[in-house]
């Protein structure tokens, strides 16, 4: 524990559970020791502000309050309620579990680390915050907050995401853990993280553990825990086809893997360099819907990012005859009518149709 004893560690636990037991903010998943609600908020809390969870964390358990109603749900109805709250996999996944749990576990959230493990979209830091806060279990719980704080408080230079990073931020959590009360300790810890321990002009002088902050005494806060360098995001152009008939307009779902499975999108596909939209547009409806296209006007330009990539959407009025026919990469056809709301459309699709008044030919986003 490099020059920290025991009772300094003791002390540091102290001085956090004290600060969290009068400071804590009132979120409603704090409110439960139910493990699948609290399993529920912890994927919801995956790489999403608190701020934006907690409306959908609550329409979520309104919709579906327990593991059974989310299992025997529609994929495309879980994927609805989703909509907007992005990092549309961990949705595919929660499902998937349910599924699992609902079959194999008589509908009660494993409490054995292994099973937790063993479920889709559950990691190390899932596992052990389902362990601690809703069975009690002296487990850890190392999200981004918690390795930030962990970095700071003892100065650690290396890289917390390999291995060497990983052994050390599992022991210093183990060394500090009270035994009975890893729940508290853990959300401690992520709620330092979040208020206190930010990544950018952490509020030191307000910090509960200022006094034990080794980073703090090196004035090496603000550059722990070491950054990666960052990569210019990969662009891609992409061509999309606003097809119209009877006031409605085709859209198609993806199958259900990769970034944006099981979401329902207008018909589009990526343009290859050099080559004219209108050709791009025929090529991927004719392979992926079976239709003969004629393209329009251009009727806009939508841009969206991506965690690791951005696109720029060309946006075409389309006339299309006869039926389509779903081939990879989608699995299912509608013709979506104005109103419409139980279905999860991407983030590109939702901003095409929130500019364009139905039914949309030929008017300019």
Not at 28 to 47: A, F, G
Not at 194 to 221: D, I, N, V, W
């Amino acid at each position: 524990m490099g020059n920290l004893k025991y009772t300094a560690m003791r002390d540091i636990t102290a001085a956090l559970i004290g600060w969290y037991t009068v400071k804590q903010r009132d979120l409603p998943w704090r409110r439960t020791t139910d493990p699948y609600r609290i399993w529920v908020s912890e994927i919801m809390l995956q790489q999403t502000q608190v701020v934006t969870a907690i409306p959908y964390y609550e329409r979520f358990l309104a919709r579906f309050p327990t593991v059974e109603a989310l299992a025997q749900a529609a994929l495309d109805d879980v994927l609805a309620l989703w909509q907007g709250l992005g990092y549309y996999s961990r949705a595919r996944s929660l499902y998937a579990a349910a599924q699992i749990v609902h079959a194999q576990h008589h509908g009660q959230i494993p409490a054995q680390r292994d099973e937790l493990l063993a479920l889709p979209g559950i990691g190390e830091y899932t596992t052990g915050a389902i362990l601690s806060i809703a069975f009690g279990r002296d487990e850890p719980a190392i999200d981004g907050n918690v390795t930030r704080v962990l970095c700071r408080l003892f100065a650690y230079e290396g890289d917390p995401s390999k291995p060497a990073g990983k052994r050390f931020l599992r022991e210093r959590s183990l060394a500090l853990l009270p035994s009975g009360r890893a729940g508290d300790y853990n959300q401690a810890m992520m709620e330092l993280g979040a208020t206190m321990c930010t990544p950018k002009s952490p509020l030191c002088s307000e910090c509960p553990l200022t006094t034990f902050c080794r980073a703090r005494e090196l004035g090496r806060q603000n550059a722990l825990p070491l950054a990666k360098p960052r990569r210019k995001p990969p662009h891609h152009e992409m061509a999309a086809a606003l097809c119209p008939r009877n006031g409605a307009v085709l859209i198609v779902r993806r199958a259900p893997q990769g970034l944006l499975g099981g979401l329902w999108e207008l018909p589009s596909g990526e343009i290859a360099p050099g080559e004219d939209h209108a050709h791009a547009l025929t090529r991927h409806l004719a392979q992926g819907l079976g239709l003969t296209v004629a393209v329009g006007p251009q009727i806009g330009i939508v841009k969206h990012a991506y965690t690791h990539f951005r696109v720029t959407v060309y946006v075409y009025h389309c006339d299309v005859a006869g039926e389509p026919h779903a081939a990879s990469p989608w699995d299912n056809t509608h013709w979506l009518s104005p109103g419409e709301h139980e279905r999860g459309l991407t983030g590109v699709t939702s901003k095409i149709l929130d500019r364009l008044p139905w039914p949309g030919a030929g008017l300019l986003l």
